[in-house]
Nanobody, 121 residues
Framework: QVQLVESGGGLVQAGGSLRLSCAAS????????MGWYRQAPGKERELVAA???????FYADSVKGRFTISRDNAKNTLYLQMNSLKPEDTAIYYC???????????????WGQGTQVTVSS
């Protein structure tokens, strides 16, 4: 089992920045790719960004150029630096991790509890 705990959410004005963190613990050896999903009220959950253990990244078109995903494998921590935030970025952000050999198209095996990000206009 892998436990994921997010931190860093909050309220910020449009144009501002936030940095989310996700601390992983447990059977870390069993996971490869990690990522951030978000879900806004009344909308489907969407994959925002993902990163493999080797550093290959994926970004949703809506956040390219504004968000940066990174991970510190030594600290078992995932980050999401969010710049130039927009009101439409308001959502609950979830950290997630895929088991080794799982593709990014599959549903991650492990999830954090979520952290609220609210961007005011």
């Amino acid at each position: 089992q892998v436990q994921l705990v997010e931190s860093g959410g909050g309220l910020v004005q449009a144009g501002g920045s936030l940095r989310l963190s996700c601390a992983a613990s447990g059977s870390i050896f069993s996971i490869n790719r990690m990522g951030w999903y978000r879900q806004a009220p009344g909308k489907e959950r969407e994959l925002v960004a993902a990163i493999s253990k080797g550093g290959s990244t994926f970004y949703a078109d809506s956040v390219k150029g504004r968000f940066t995903i990174s991970r510190d494998n030594a600290k078992n921590t995932l980050y999401l630096q969010m710049n130039s935030l927009k009101p439409e970025d308001t959502a609950i952000y979830y950290c997630a991790a895929w088991k080794i050999l799982a593709t990014m198209k599959s549903t991650p095996e492990y999830w954090g509890q979520g952290t609220q990000v609210t961007v005011s206009s």
